[in-house]
């Protein structure tokens, strides 16, 4: 131990006040510090809203440089973590170092924020808290994930200002899921942007990441027990280690998922014995032999392998897209009927396959999730069904409806594809739709169960990569973002902060972006810099807009044939790679070009087969302070749009 000038304490990582004990511990009434209940002003926007809020007649809070982070010091053991982040996400936000201490509500100084736990109203639940805005803050939870979300508001609230009018809230969740799938399997997403979009999920109160591991292109997971399937690209299980701790720092569950028994080109191109075959000597690339033993031997080896890796309470085994036409398989009927009996039907193999899966995963003390697509009876006329303890993602309008599938036993999960999918070169959520409309009690095409259904656990917006070259993955971050702030609000449950989803944007951009996360490649040369253009369709197409960062934005031309933008670098730099992010309007024909003075220029790329979306430009080995994109010839009637130019050094 060590003493400060002040006569502080420290220990254990934390700051105790010398004298503070578990004596001091204030009730519930006082730690809440309570303000009067006048109506006075509105909070500062959050996503999502809060559940209720007054405003009151006392005085306001400011955040400054003085300000701490005070954890109740009976709660310390449960709080230090969330504290821990809390400083950090501040320091990210503001550039403040913020001092943890521990204390009582006595010792709670004007500036501070106070965390602690002893919350006695049963309506918080898990995940809700109290917010207390005075002189000082105060967030008040049953559990330390309500105080966790509680930071999340008070960041929210910080990144625009630093001075707060005083009020009260209580907020809570009416939904335990609220999350994202990303579809890893077709296309690797780097560890970085996975744990920007683990803080942008916390940010946004969400809590659920669905990693999909493996599909037709891909198994993105370190296997030692087969490497022969393992993808070039894929997580080592340190960097899977590593997002997991990330991940329970910032109270998000990572759920995984090896897709099987469909979906497994990349496991059996290193096993081709074990593909299906049709009866007309048809080869299934993707699908498993559900009729031979030497497949579960296989299916086992992946999934005891994993199970470990991924503390999160669930386990997904993908079982979509199967088999539509039994019968061309008679070995999967004659399997069923040795294994379960005369009155057995070929797909009882694939009901089999399930309950064994499902096996593995509760004696590994884990609950198993699926797709809905292949639950098509309770059972009848099939003689086995699938066990009521597994959570059912429903996606498509295919066999048992959501409320059969409640009936039965399931819990479900709302993944239907409208309005949560997010699919590259494909569908996209419609976010009027999903903001003004849809909430999750409403299923694909239109099938709904109760709004307080306990048993509809959420929804989560899916990334689908069937086409991975068609998006890069800054494309995916901002087309997503939206999307996200949408299902946040929805799943939360609370009063919406806007009528229309043209108002919520507003409410978005006021919110912003989680401190920390990957909004910004910090290698792009391009990004930030001065940009000078031959036009613009509009003033608001500029071509600032086309190294901002973000695909929200974009620079527009007139609508003629020659066009340039030119790229102030800031001195000479290496040019490795450059990328071309198009709008709908790009070109056909076009050159790359640098120059040291802006004057002379050099040609290290031409084309007059551009194609549009992502054009990416490797090996150039150049050297230059300014980089010119000449335009030549339009692929539309319309001018060049381009959302993103972004450079990169030798690479």
């Known amino acids: 131990m060590k ?65 701490r982070i005070v954890v109740h010091s009976d709660d310390a053991s449960d709080l230090l973590d969330t504290a821990a982040v809390f400083a950090a996400d501040l320091k990210s936000l503001t550039g403040f170092p913020i001092a943890i201490v521990a204390g009582g509500a006595s010792d709670v100084r004007e500036g501070d924020i106070f965390l602690a736990l002893g919350a006695t109203d049963a309506a918080l639940g898990v995940e809700g808290y109290t917010l207390a805005v005075g002189p000082s803050l105060a967030v008040q939870a049953r559990a330390s994930d309500g105080v966790f979300y509680g930071t999340r508001t008070l960041l929210q609230w910080l990144s625009k200002k630093y001075t707060l009018d005083a009020g009260t809230a209580r907020d809570w969740p009416r939904y335990p899921e609220r999350g994202l799938m990303v579809d890893a399997g077709r296309k690797y997403f780097t560890v970085g942007w996975l744990r920007g979009h683990i ?3 916390a940010y946004l109160k969400m809590n659920y990441f669905h990693l999909h591991l493996s599909d037709n292109k891909g198994f993105r997971l370190e296997s030692l027990a087969h490497p022969e399937i393992v993808s070039t690209d894929h997580y080592s299980k340190a960097e899977i280690a590593e997002l997991i701790a990330l991940a329970k720092a910032y109270h998000v569950a990572i759920v995984p998922e090896i897709d ?83 009155n057995a039907t070929a797909r009882d193999v ?81 976010l009027t739709y999903g ?36 998006e890069t993955q800054e494309h995916i971050r901002d087309g997503i973002r939206p999307a996200l702030r949408v299902l946040a609000q929805q799943t939360w449950g609370s009063t919406k902060p806007a009528a229309s989803y043209t108002d919520f944007q507003t409410v978005m951009v006021s919110v912003g972006q989680a401190p920390g996360g990957n909004d910004v490649k910090a290698d792009d040369l391009a990004f930030g810099r001065p940009v000078t ?43 490795g790679k450059v990328i071309l992010n198009w709008e709908a309007a ?66």
């Not at 006040?17 to 511990?25: F, K, M, V």
């Open 260 to 342: 099987m028994p469909g979906h497994m080109d990349p496991i059996l191109a290193a096993h081709p014995e074990l593909k299906l075959r049709s009866s007309n000597g048809t080869v299934q690339n993707g699908f498993i032999d559900l009729s031979m033993e030497r497949s579960y031997v296989l299916l086992q080896d992946l999934i005891e392998e994993h199970l470990p890796s991924f503390p999160s309470g669930y386990w997904h085994i993908g079982a979509d897209e199967y088999v539509s036409k039994y019968s061309d398989y008679p070995q999967l009927l004659a399997y069923a009927r040795t294994k379960y009996g005369p």
């Open 199 to 201: 803080r942008e999920l």
């Open 586 to 651: 790009y070109a056909t024909s076009y050159e790359l070009q640098i120059s040291d003075d802006a004057s002379r220029w050099t040609t290290i790329y031409r084309t007059t087969s551009g194609r549009g979306l992502t054009e990416t430009l490797g090996g150039l080995d150049a050297h230059a302070r300014y980089l010119r994109l000449n335009l030549k010839k339009r692929g539309t009637q319309y001018g060049y749009s381009l959302y993103e130019v972004e450079v990169y050094g030798r690479i």
């Open 533 to 575: 253009v031959s036009s613009t369709e509009t003033p608001n197409f500029p071509g600032s807009g086309a190294v901002d960062g973000t695909h929200a934005t974009r620079w527009s031309s007139a609508a003629r044939d020659a066009q340039w933008l030119q790229i102030d670098l800031g001195s000479r730099k290496s040019v």
């Open 350 to 430: 694939y009901y089999g396959f399930i309950h064994w899966a499902n096996g593995i995963v509760r004696a590994a003390g884990k609950t198993t999730r699926m797709w809905n697509d292949g639950i098509v009876s309770h059972g009848a006329p099939d003689s086995l069904k699938v066990d009521a303890n597994i959570v059912v993602d429903y996606w498509t309008n295919s066999g048992l409806k959501p409320q059969q599938l409640i009936d039965t036993g399931h819990d479900v999960n709302n993944s239907s594809w409208t309005p949560t999918y997010y699919v590259l070169d494909g569908a996209k959520p419609d």
């Open 3 to 67: 003493s400060d000038s002040n006569g502080a304490v420290f220990c254990c990582g934390l700051l105790l006040l010398a004298g503070c004990t578990a004596s001091d511990r204030a009730e519930p009434s006082d730690r809440s510090s309570p303000f009067p209940q006048a109506v006075v002003a509105s909070p500062p926007p959050t996503i999502p809203a809060l559940r209720e809020w007054r405003g009151t007649s006392g005085a306001a809070y400011t955040f400054s440089s003085n300000t």
């Open 435 to 470: 903001y003004e409309q849809w909430t999750p009690s409403v299923f694909e095409r239109e099938n709904t169960v109760s709004p307080t259904e306990p048993h509809n656990l959420g929804s989560k917006v899916h990334v689908w990569c069937d086409n991975p070259n068609a």
